[in-house]
């Protein structure tokens, strides 16, 4: 096994390599380890974050020190549903909420009216509230993801043999454990 991806796997407390991204995934990735091209020609694997439009972003290397000229593949180890961005009835519930989450009203509101604008102007305006709204809901789903790799760290760091059975129960899926042998009476 690639050096560089035995440090990414210890680094996220997994023992193999998750599934790679194909036609057939259905969630919203947050956390990856990327399967990388370098320049000099080698493998190598990133730990990468998305960027909220399903870009990764690399967090760190851990290959030969090269450019990475291609990802090959993205192998997600924090996912959410797809489904996470809310939905809202009406411009004022997305004006509501865009404020909260710290978007000037007035932007908000511009973009949102649709008084002497083209219809393609307004599906521009529709379309950058949307990726707004996405951006949010990213943001907070990684925040989600980052504490609860803290506590996983904090874990492992105070109890080595509770991680041990943690990562057991990954490998094995969340409520299947692995199997043992029974003792005969």
């Known amino acids: 096994?690639?050096?560089?991806?035995?440090?990414?796997?210890?680094?996220?407390?997994?023992?193999?390599?998750?599934?790679a991204i194909d036609g057939k995934y259905k969630k919203k990735w947050i956390k990856a380890i990327a399967?990388?091209?370098?320049?000099?020609?080698?493998?190598?694997?990133?730990?990468?974050?998305?960027?909220g439009k399903d870009n990764p972003r690399i967090v760190r290397d851990f290959g030969p020190v090269a450019i990475i000229c291609e990802m090959l593949s993205i192998h997600p180890y924090e996912a959410t549903a797809a489904n996470i961005v809310p939905r809202f009835a009406n411009d004022e519930q997305r004006l509501k909420y865009l404020r909260k989450m710290g978007y000037n009203e007035a932007d908000?509101?511009?973009?949102?009216?649709?008084?002497d604008k083209s219809p393609e102007q307004i599906e521009a305006d529709r379309k950058q509230i949307n990726e707004y709204i996405e951006e949010v809901a990213m943001r907070q789903a990684k925040m989600v993801s980052?504490?609860?790799?803290d506590a996983r760290k904090r874990i492992e760091m105070a109890d080595p043999e509770l991680m041990e059975k943690i990562s057991k129960r990954k490998k094995y899926g969340k409520t299947a454990t692995p199997k043992t042998k029974r003792s005969k009476k």
């Open 1 to 19: 096994m690639n050096n560089g991806l035995l440090e990414a796997l210890k680094e996220i407390g997994w023992p193999d390599l998750p599934p």
């Open 35 to 51: 399967r990388v091209r370098k320049s000099n020609g080698q493998i190598g694997y990133c730990l990468v974050v998305n960027d």
């Open 108 to 115: 908000i509101k511009k973009l949102l009216s649709t008084d």
């Open 146 to 149: 980052d504490i609860n790799e």
